[in-house]
């Protein structure tokens, strides 16, 4: 069993290499915590056509944010795509995105039974999210909050995880043997 986190820009083949590491196996739960296509944003549904049009076809699709229990009752690999949407969703949830405190708070609560999940998981588990971290600073309130809280959850993942893998331009930088930040 092992915990895999894997990093990425948008369009920068993330996904496509998460679903890589699990290919090998008959079947996988993917987790899907984003918002699932209502008809009301095009781009979006056709985002999430393309990756269920790639996964294979025995792999069973969880649309939910509850990716903890899903963990834990996991008696196959599980992978989730992606972090930032379901923070996303999180967030939307719960209305908070002009209330920063209610907002971390509810993050804080869930990244625990997150990270709590992944301590007690006996399957391999791909998580895959966004790094958001290294553009220009947002310019509003919600922006930064996002940008900050993603990248507070993809450290405490990270931190847990076995392997951590940088996906720049389609090339696959391997991380695990770098030091973490301490405080």
């Known amino acids: 069993m092992s915990v895999t986190l894997v990093l990425g820009g948008a369009r920068s083949g993330k996904s496509r290499y998460a679903e890589s590491l699990l290919r090998s196996y008959p079947t996988v739960t993917y987790v899907a915590p984003g918002a699932v296509p209502d008809g009301s944003d095009p781009e979006w549904a056709e985002r999430i056509s393309m990756h269920q049009a790639r996964r294979p076809a025995q792999w069973s699709t969880m649309e939910t944010t509850e990716i903890a229990s899903v963990i834990r009752a996991a008696e196959r690999p599980v992978l989730v795509d ?22 971390a708070s509810h993050l804080e609560k869930e990244t625990v ?23 220009v600073v947002p310019g509003t309130a919600s922006g930064r909050m996002f940008r900050d809280d993603l990248g507070r959850l993809n450290a405490a993942v990270s931190a847990a995880s076995d392997h951590v ?19």
């Not at 893998?165 to 973490?180: E, W």
């Open 165 to 183: 893998v940088l996906v720049v331009a389609g090339r696959i930088l391997d991380l695990s043997g770098c030091p973490l930040v301490t405080d």
């Open 82 to 103: 992606c972090l930032s949407t379901w923070l996303t969703r999180l967030i939307d949830d719960i209305d908070a995105w002009q209330d920063t405190e209610r907002a």
């Open 113 to 135: 039974r997150l990270l709590d999940a992944l301590a007690c998981a006996t399957v391999d588990v791909v998580l895959v999210s966004n790094e958001v971290g290294l553009s």
